[in-house]
């Protein structure tokens, strides 16, 4: 992955590098676990498929949430730090799914040294299933 440029460099429509994602079931169940969400479609594949009728174990809302940041806070590495995020979830996704997470550069405050992005993670059609935005101040 290349580091962000200078802030000096960003430009407004820069394109962040994306990130794919294929959680596996362990990986979603201590997810789950650390944040205390013992919601039985994250774990209990019969439960999520015969009782709440998903197409498989779905993935945590927040986890998505998480890897929207992580894009921008990747590309930044030392240059900088995730100031503010919010995210919506659209669709649900499974195990099974590889995701993609990405971004564009919306908006620079010189005077700040922020920047701010629009973010999405996508499912394998291409749908936006979770749209966010991030402010990260650069150094």
């Given amino acids: 992955m290349s580091l962000a440029p200078d802030f000096e460099s960003l430009e407004v429509g820069g394109t962040l590098p994306e990130t794919h994602y294929a959680p596996d079931n362990i990986q979603l169940f201590f997810y789950n676990a650390v944040l205390w969400n013992a919601h039985r479609i994250h774990y209990d594949l019969p439960y999520a498929t015969e009782v709440e009728g998903y197409k498989g174990l779905v993935i945590a809302g927040p986890m998505l949430g998480d890897w929207l940041a992580q894009v921008v806070d990747n590309w930044i590495g030392d240059r900088g730090m995730v100031q503010r ?10 195990i099974g799914e590889t995701l993609t997470a990405g971004g564009t550069v919306i908006a620079i405050d010189q005077g700040a040294r922020t920047a701010d992005f629009d973010l999405w993670v996508k499912n394998e059609a291409g749908d936006v299933i979770t749209p966010g935005k991030v402010t990260a101040r650069f150094y």
């Fill in 85 to 94: 995020v919010e995210y919506s979830n659209r669709m649900a996704s499974f």
